[in-house]
Structures are given as C-alpha cells and as structure tokens.
C-alpha cells in the first residue's frame, strides 16, 4: 500500500511518501502553505501521481501527551482532505520527530538554512518509518 504522510504545520506541510510492502520511506518536497483549496489540490495531485491508497497525518501533542496547540487545526485539515480524496486516514504520533528530522540532515547538510527547507518533510518520513515498523 502507498502511503502519503504529512507533517501539518500553518506554514508548511512536511510530506513524506512510503510502500508498506517495500517497508521504505522518502521525503517528498515541502508545500509551502497559501489556501485550503490550493493545498488540497496540489496533495490530490500528489495522491493521483503516486496511487495513494492511505492518508498518514502526524499527530501534534505535547510532550506530557496533551494535546498540541495545532491539533485542532490539524485533525479540521486531515478530515477535509480524506473526504475529498475518498481515503482511509490514520494517525501517528509526531512527537521529538522534528528532532530526529535535525539529527538525520546535520549529517547530510550542514547549511542550517537548506536544513530548515526540508526539516518538516524529513519529520515525516520520520513518522512513517516509525508506522512502517510498527505493521
């Protein structure tokens, strides 16, 4: 199955694409946020492109497992998406991801600011390794 992860943010949306049979993640590029009808149709372009079979949002909590700030957001966004799209929606603990996100590029990039451009999406795919292993 093929499944589009994404890293909600107000600014940005981490995406992350992954193949629950192949058990591999890749960060996608970020999209740079504008308006809900803009978004949602660049991500139905992404789920058309890629055969998306599944929606895979990170869950923003604190971490005393509260809720985040934006999870209202969030949960508003995930459920207009799935309705428009027609697919099943799920959800994954996003916490320390970002962290985990910073550490995997510091290798890679050391420019800080070419970092922050992909830190969300990185976050993601973070995400989704961690639902891949957990089936």
Do not use: C
């Amino acid at each position: 199955m093929i499944v589009l992860a994404v890293d909600f943010g107000t600014r940005r949306l981490g995406l992350a694409l992954g193949n629950t049979r192949l058990r591999t993640a890749v960060p996608l590029p970020p999209l740079r946020r504008k308006e809900l009808a803009r978004d949602v149709e660049y991500l139905e372009r992404l789920v058309n492109e890629y055969g998306v079979e599944f929606l895979l949002f990170g869950r923003p909590m604190n971490m005393d497992g509260t809720p985040g700030r934006i999870l209202a957001a969030a949960e508003n966004f995930a459920n207009h998406l799935r309705r428009r799209l027609q697919l099943p929606l799920g959800w994954q603990d996003e916490r320390l991801t970002s962290i985990a996100a910073d550490e995997l590029l510091s290798e890679q990039v050391p420019d800080p600011f070419k970092r922050k451009s992909m830190l969300d999406s990185v976050a993601a795919m973070v995400f989704l390794n961690d639902f891949l292993e957990s089936r």
